[in-house]
């Protein structure tokens, strides 16, 4: 089994940053990739910012030039700095792990969210 657990949400003002960590752990062969997406009320899941094995990073358009997504030192944990931020990045944030086995078969992995709150 897989665990993901996220840490770091808060409640922040506007124009303020958080740094929000996720971190893989249990029976895992590889990481494929990891992702953070957000949920805010009313609305669809989306991506945020995602990280591949080979260190290669997309961000969505509203998060580009603010938010930068890393992989730390450990094993299997990433981090999202979030600089600059704005109300309407107000959501559920959710870490996503893909793993991969030993015979390539892809595994799809969530953690169970961490609120952030952008407001004055």
């Known amino acids: 089994q897989v665990q993901v657990v996220e840490s770091g949400g808060g409640l922040v003002q506007p124009g303020g940053s958080l740094r929000l960590s996720c971190a893989a752990s249990?029976?895992?062969?590889?990481?494929?990739?990891m992702g953070w997406y957000r949920q805010a009320p009313g609305k669809q899941r989306e991506v945020v910012a995602v990280?591949?094995?080979?260190?290669?990073?997309s961000y969505a358009d509203s998060v580009k030039g603010r938010f930068t997504i890393s992989r730390a030192n450990a094993a299997n944990t990433v981090h999202l700095q979030m600089n600059s931020l704005k109300p309407e990045d107000t959501a559920v944030y959710y870490c996503?792990?893909?793993?991969?086995?030993?015979?390539?078969?892809?595994?799809?992995?969530w953690g169970q969210g961490t609120q952030v709150t952008v407001s004055s």
């Open positions: 996503n792990a893909v793993t991969m086995t030993p015979s390539l078969v892809k595994n799809n992995y």
């Open positions: 990280i591949t094995s080979a260190d290669m990073t």
């Open positions: 249990g029976s895992i062969f590889s990481i494929y990739v």
